[in-house]
């Protein structure tokens, strides 16, 4: 669309006019604001940028392939993954509170983050996904006020301590309107559509101690119901869908058998931004069959519930 295409011309023109011949580096996560930015800014500066993907192994199935072939291949970008899934899963060991998990989390990734960058010679600025919302309100989540919407990314105080200034291209944008940047900076459709992904990532989907274990089946389970969703076509009808492991095992059989595995929540809401969302009223048939394919597909997984619970009271994550 032409008011787009004419606010990107001019998005590009100033990136170009803050950032002179500077290097900008630019944490990546995957989510649609950090990628519209990186793309934005790439478009505007080329090789000056680059991105960091930190990878902390609390992706779903894929994801992190995904986001950096999308990147180097598609987009040509100067992206380093950093691979560190060993320090984070390390890390969150014997850890199963929330806030604790969300401060290790943010923590380790401010420390990662801050190591590649530095190994990047002659970088004056840090790049953000930064929206309007973000700028005029600061949400707070579950996690309480310490934690907000772009906590995992916005490495707060960071642009300080390594004397970075910043460069936020999105700053006057709403989340539609980054949207349609990205589809006219050719995004595609599949990526710009995706549900929302909180920086901690799996973590805070699988309540109670985390393993490397817990982690894998709650991946494959979350890919079954996910592919349920999509083939069904109903992923753009819901705001947040995602499965969540339970710290509990419970018997069930399996042929002559008997199993003892766990238990997981399939949950799906609707919502406008977040703060409100309504559970999602799939069908008994849509619910029957997911639960019956997760169990013959995951290995690990004996028993399916669905999480009826709106916010308020609930919350979004089960953690
Ligand atoms: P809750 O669970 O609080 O979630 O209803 C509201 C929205 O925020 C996301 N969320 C987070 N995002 N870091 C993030 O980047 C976090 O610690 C975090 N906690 C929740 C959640 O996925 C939902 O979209």
């Known amino acids: 669309d032409w008011t787009m295409a004419a606010y990107k011309e001019e998005a590009i023109r100033l990136i170009r006019e803050q950032v002179g011949?500077?290097?900008?580096?630019?944490?990546?996560?995957?989510?649609?604001?950090?990628?519209?930015?990186?793309?934005?800014?790439?478009?505007?500066?080329?090789e000056q940028l680059t991105c960091v993907f930190v990878d902390h192994g609390l992706m779903r199935m894929n994801e992190a392939q995904?986001?950096?072939?999308?990147?180097?291949?598609?987009?040509?970008?100067?992206?380093?993954?950093?691979?560190?899934?060993?320090?984070?899963?390390?890390?969150?060991?014997?850890?199963?509170?929330?806030?604790v998990k969300r401060k290790t989390i943010g923590g380790l990734f401010i420390d990662v983050f801050q190591h590649y960058a530095d190994e990047i010679e002659g970088v004056k600025f840090l790049a953000q996904g930064t929206l309007y919302p973000d700028v005029i309100e600061s949400v707070s989540f579950s996690g309480g006020p310490?934690?907000?919407?772009?906590?995992?990314?916005?490495?707060?105080?960071?642009?300080?301590?390594m004397g970075l200034k910043l460069v936020e291209p999105l700053r006057e944008l709403f989340k539609d309107e980054v949207r349609a940047l990205g589809?006219?900076?050719?995004?595609?459709?599949?990526?710009?559509?995706?549900?929302?992904?909180?920086?901690?990532?799996?973590?805070?989907?699988?309540?109670?101690?985390?393993?490397?274990?817990?982690l894998e089946i709650l991946r494959k389970a979350d890919a079954v119901y996910i592919d349920q969703i999509r083939k069904h076509g109903l992923y753009d009808e819901i705001w947040q869908a995602f499965v969540a492991i339970l710290p509990v095992r419970t018997v069930g059989v399996m042929g002559d058998g008997r199993t003892y595995d766990f238990a997981c929540a399939l949950r799906a809401v609707t919502s406008v931004d977040g703060m409100t969302?309504?559970?999602?009223p799939f069908s008994h048939e849509f619910l029957g069959e997911t639960a019956t394919r997760i169990i013959n597909e995951v290995r690990g997984i004996n028993r399916v519930t669905y999480d009826i619970t709106s916010k308020p009271p609930g919350t979004i994550e089960w953690e």
Do not use: Q, W
Request: glycine fraction near 10%.
């Open 146 to 161: 310490s934690v907000t919407i772009k906590s995992h990314h916005n490495v707060g105080g960071l642009p300080e301590k």
């Open 183 to 214: 589809r006219e900076l050719g995004l595609p459709e599949s990526f710009i559509g995706r549900h929302p992904f909180p920086g901690p990532g799996l973590a805070i989907r699988c309540p109670g101690e985390i393993t490397r274990d817990k």
């Open 21 to 46: 011949d500077s290097k900008v580096i630019c944490a990546l996560s995957g989510g649609v604001d950090s990628s519209v930015a990186a793309i934005l800014i790439h478009e505007a500066i080329g």
């Open 66 to 99: 995904e986001v950096v072939s999308m990147f180097r291949e598609h987009y040509n970008l100067p992206l380093i993954h950093a691979e560190e899934s060993d320090r984070f899963i390390g890390a969150l060991e014997g850890v199963s509170d929330p806030e």
């Open 277 to 280: 969302a309504d559970y999602y």
